[in-house]
C-alpha cells in the first residue's frame, strides 16, 4: 500500500507539470491497470512467503508468454504454431521451477503464475493506452497506477488483519524499515516510468529481453541476504522459460519484418 501512495506522491509534481493527469476518455482502463498492479503487488508478495526470490521471479517471468496469448484474443494479433509451442514449452518450464516448493506447500506455490496472468493483463491494457502517447502520457499513466493501486488496497490493508490470512497481516514498520519502505516505492516508481519512456522509443517488444536479467539479479540477491540458490532442475526451468520468451521475441520481430 505505501508503495502505490509513494508513486502517486513522486509523480504528482512531475505529471501536473507535464499536464498528464487526462483520464478521459479512458478512466476505466487506467482504474483496471491500478487495481491489476494492486493484485499483482498483493499476490506476488504472498508468494514470497513460501518460495525463493529467484524462483518466483523465474515463474513471473512466463507473463511475456500469456501475454503473447492475450494479445491475439483482445487486440486480434496473429499467431501461428511456433509461437503457440514455445508458450506451452515456456509454461512448462514455469511447472519446473514451482515443483519443490509445490511438494512442500501444494497450489500455494502457484501464485507466481497467477501474478503473472494479471500482470499480462496489466500489459495488455498498457500497450491499448501508450500507442501514441507522449512523455506527459507515460507518466500520466504510471500516477494513475499508482493512485488507483492505493485506493484498490487500501480495503484490503483495513481488513486484511480480519481474515486470518498471513500475508494480509499489518504489521507497522520499525526503524529502518521507515527508509527501506520509501527507497521501494522510489526505486518502483522510477523503474516503471523508465520502462514506460523506454517503450516509447523502442517498443515494448524490444525491451522484452532484457527483463530477463532480472532473473540473475534475484538469483544474486536471494543468495546474498536469504541464501537461496536454485537447484539444477529449476536452472533448467529458468532456462527452458527465457529460451522460450526470446524465441517469441525473435520470431515477433522476424514476422514484423516481413522475413
Known amino acids: 500500500w ?24 479512458h478512466f476505466w482502463s487506467h482504474f483496471a491497470r491500478g487495481v491489476l498492479m494492486a493484485a499483482v503487488t498483493v499476490v506476488f508478495f504472498a508468494a514470497l512467503t513460501v ?5 518466483a521471479i523465474s515463474v513471473f517471468f512466463v507473463s511475456p508468454l500469456i501475454f503473447t496469448v492475450l494479445s491475439v484474443v483482445f487486440l486480434g494479433e496473429p499467431i501461428g504454431w511456433r509461437r503457440i509451442s514455445a508458450v506451452l514449452v515456456g509454461l512448462a518450464g514455469s511447472l519446473l521451477v514451482v515443483r519443490p516448493s509445490y511438494a512442500v506447500f501444494g497450489t500455494t506455490a502457484l501464485l507466481p503464475i497467477v501474478a503473472a496472468f494479471l500482470f499480462a493483463l496489466y500489459m495488455l ?4 493506452l501508450a500507442r501514441g502517447s507522449s512523455v506527459a ?3 500520466g ?4 497506477v499508482g493512485l488507483f493501486g492505493a485506493i484498490a488496497l487500501t480495503p484490503i490493508l483495513a481488513i486484511g488483519p480480519f481474515t486470518g490470512i498471513p500475508y494480509l497481516a499489518v504489521a507497522m514498520p520499525q526503524g529502518i524499515e521507515w527508509a527501506l519502505l520509501l527507497l521501494l516505492g522510489a526505486i518502483a516508481t522510477f523503474g516503471h516510468v523508465l520502462v514506460a519512456l523506454a517503450a516509447r ?3 515494448a517488444g524490444q525491451i522484452a529481453p532484457f527483463q530477463y536479467v532480472e532473473i540473475v539479479g534475484a538469483t544474486t540477491l536471494g543468495f546474498i541476504f536469504f541464501g537461496d540458490f536454485p537447484d539444477p532442475l529449476t536452472w533448467l526451468g529458468v532456462a527452458i522459460i527465457v529460451a522460450s520468451g526470446l524465441y517469441v521475441y525473435f520470431r515477433e520481430r522476424k514476422i514484423a519484418a516481413g522475413r
Open 51 to 55: 518460495m525463493p526470490l529467484a524462483d
Open 2 to 25: 505505501i508503495r502505490h501512495v509513494l508513486q502517486t506522491i513522486f509523480l504528482l509534481p512531475f505529471a501536473m507539470r507535464a499536464r498528464g493527469l487526462k483520464v478521459r476518455p
Open 125 to 128: 491494457l498498457t500497450r491499448k
Open 201 to 203: 522509443r523502442i517498443g
Open 137 to 139: 502520457g507515460a507518466v
Open 141 to 144: 499513466m504510471q500516477f494513475y
